[in-house]
């Protein structure tokens, strides 16, 4: 059963002439830029493209905006990092870990997703079946290895984190703990690692909710208000295999990332958001019925959107002419 990852190949076929032209124009372009062997995966590390990402089209999530930006950067300007870096992102669905993932793919390469440099990984479309799961630990570690071979940045996505098999997360061990210096006149290998999970989602409401009816602003929210409590949900849940992984008890992901529940004020700005990226013309009573199609939670505040700004894209056609 073969490793379904991103990363699409685009067939070319062009005449003699026009592939020599190609290739100049190719090696003209890495002269100046980082780019793969292939030259299909360009590494621009765009961090000025990727702060206004975070601060434009991401919402309510002041503390992944700031976290993402600094730990990314301050990793991929080192000259030689001895460890990949590991973040895990956390939060019910619908509040962004996904989208913030895709920036980070649009802004650190100019094929995105679609970099041969970056690899998705879905836990229960291609890891489905436990009985399968020594094939799978083969095939993902050498899916890693062959990307890296390739790039010398990568990027690897792992979505639906929680529901990886514990034999998955030890076979990425490896790759995540920190290795011997290297020949110094090798190319130095960058990358990072993404786990995204719902694990921690309701802790995470939980302590956002006493915040604000404690009179605190979503804005004041701290790592310290959070971080202590996200951790000790993921180590003691029962219903994942994540928290009792060698990655979490040997403290090989770096930073653990909690993604806010969104408001009704957040559902509006990505139903606005929605109607500018078709180019479609909307009006203030549109973006307010949007937002009001969500269902709120919990019963009797009713202030944090159960499925955050998932399914917006879809609510828009609604009010389409």
Not at 52 to 76: F, I, K, N, P
């Amino acid at each position: 059963m073969p490793i379904l990852a991103v990363g699409v190949t685009v067939g070319w076929s062009l005449p003699l002439l026009g592939q020599q032209y190609l290739d100049i124009l190719t090696t003209w372009y890495c002269s100046f830029q980082d780019c793969c062997d292939s030259g299909d995966c360009r590494i621009i590390n765009n961090f000025t493209g990727l702060e206004a990402d975070l601060r434009v089209r991401l919402h309510g999530q002041h503390l992944a905006r700031e976290l993402v930006l600094t730990a990314a950067r301050g990793y991929l300007e080192l000259p030689r990092p001895d460890k990949a870096l590991a973040l895990s992102f956390h939060g019910w669905s619908g509040t962004g870990k996904n989208f913030v993932a895709r920036m980070l793919a649009e802004n650190l390469y100019r094929d995105g997703l679609r970099s041969d440099c970056v690899k998705v990984f879905i836990a229960t479309l291609h890891f489905p079946h436990h009985k399968y799961v020594d094939l799978y630990q083969e095939q993902l570690a050498a899916q890693i290895r062959k990307t890296q071979e390739h790039c010398h940045q990568t990027l690897f996505i792992l979505d639906e984190a929680e529901k990886l098999h514990p034999g998955l997360l030890e076979a990425l061990r490896p790759h995540l703990e920190r290795q011997a210096p290297e020949n110094p006149r090798a190319k130095s290998l960058k990358t990072i690692f993404l786990f995204l999970s719902n694990l921690g989602g309701n802790i995470i409401n939980e302590v956002v909710l006493n915040l604000l009816k404690a009179g605190w602003s979503r804005e004041e929210i701290g790592m310290e208000h959070l971080e202590p409590q996200l951790q000790a949900e993921i180590v003691e849940s029962t219903d994942s295999g994540f928290g009792h992984s060698c990655l979490v008890k040997e403290n090989l992901i770096d930073i653990f990332i909690p993604f806010l529940p969104l408001e009704y004020r957040h559902v509006r700005l990505c139903a606005r958001d929605a109607f500018l990226s078709q180019e479609l013309l909307y009006t203030e009573e549109a973006l307010d019925e949007i937002a009001k199609m969500m269902v709120y939670v919990p019963k009797e505040e009713q202030l944090f959107s159960s499925q955050g700004c998932k399914s917006i894209s879809q609510r828009i056609n609604y009010f389409l002419p």
